[in-house]
């Protein structure tokens, strides 16, 4: 079975650091692929935030570039999004995904299909 679990939101002050965990399993990594984080607040439309591709490359969405990355540990199977410098408008339930790359780029918009998680919290105050 394919599934794909989140972990490590949680609650936390404006400036502060949090790590998200995604654990993939039943996913092959034979063919070109794009994984990402992606996350919504209430009311808004899901919105991409970073992707990592099968050959490292990776993207950011403007507003967090420089303060999130985005890595994988292929050989574990686990996707991590490293999160400092938080602010209130990162708020959010934060989900990652994984879909074919038909041998293009990752750009970060919300794919047609793919494996989706659960999603995990993340709540910045201020």
């Known amino acids: 079975q394919v599934q794909l679990v989140e972990s490590g939101g949680g609650s936390v002050q404006a400036g502060g650091s949090l790590r998200l965990s995604c654990a993939a399993s039943?996913?092959?990594?034979?063919?070109?692929?794009?994984m990402g984080w992606f996350r919504q607040a209430p009311g808004k439309e899901r919105e991409g935030i970073a992707t990592?591709?099968?050959?490292?490359?990776?993207n950011y969405a403007d507003s967090v570039n420089g303060r999130f990355t985005i890595a994988q540990n292929n050989a574990k199977n686990t996707l991590y999004l490293i999160m400092d410098s938080l602010k209130p408008e990162d708020t959010a339930m934060y989900y990652c995904?994984?879909?074919?790359?038909?041998?293009?780029?990752?750009?970060?918009?919300?794919?047609?299909?793919?494996?989706w998680g659960q999603g995990t919290q993340v709540t910045v105050s201020s």
């Open positions: 990592i591709q099968d050959d490292g490359i990776t």
């Open positions: 995904a994984k879909w074919p790359r038909a041998g293009g780029y990752c750009a970060v918009y919300v794919p047609d299909f793919g494996y």
């Open positions: 039943g996913l092959t990594s034979s063919n070109m692929y794009c």
